[in-house]
């Protein structure tokens, strides 16, 4: 093994690229989703349970700040995901995959879920 290989065991000092933070937030959001699931499936079974059941649940996601933070939370993981899932999709169908295309889908990865995530946000406010 060769002794005078540099190691940066510092992740701090790493400037990543913005198609890697993309990367890494595509899959982030999707942990988010995962365990978000728990919450949606929650609301979902209690909705369909009774009248009574949907009414509180209505109540909660009308009048109650964190599930409305929960819910925009999870709407705001999904439209990144989503965005950055289909970046992936043209990726593999081998769609601009030189150092500039990756980096101007990045942006437009960026830019596309900024202006979702503000219209969900307006959607559930």
């Not at 540099?6 to 701090?12: E, G, K, R």
């Not at 709407?75 to 950055?84: D, G, N, P, Q, R």
């Amino acid at each position: 093994m060769n002794s005078k290989r540099p190691v940066n065991l510092d992740l701090s000092t790493i400037q990543f690229p913005l198609p890697a933070l993309t990367s890494i937030a595509h899959r982030i959001t999707g942990v988010i989703l995962f365990v978000g699931l728990i919450f949606a499936f929650w609301a979902l079974s209690k909705s369909l349970s009774s009248p009574a059941g949907f009414q509180a649940v209505s109540d909660a996601l009308a009048g109650n700040f964190l599930a409305k933070l929960i819910a925009w939370g999870l709407l705001s993981a999904l439209a990144f995901h989503f965005v950055a899932g289909i970046k992936h999709l043209l990726m593999d169908a081998d769609i601009g995959v030189t150092l500039e295309g990756g980096v101007k889908k990045a942006q437009i990865t960026v830019v596309v879920s900024a202006v979702l995530i503000i219209l969900a946000g307006v959607w559930v406010w």
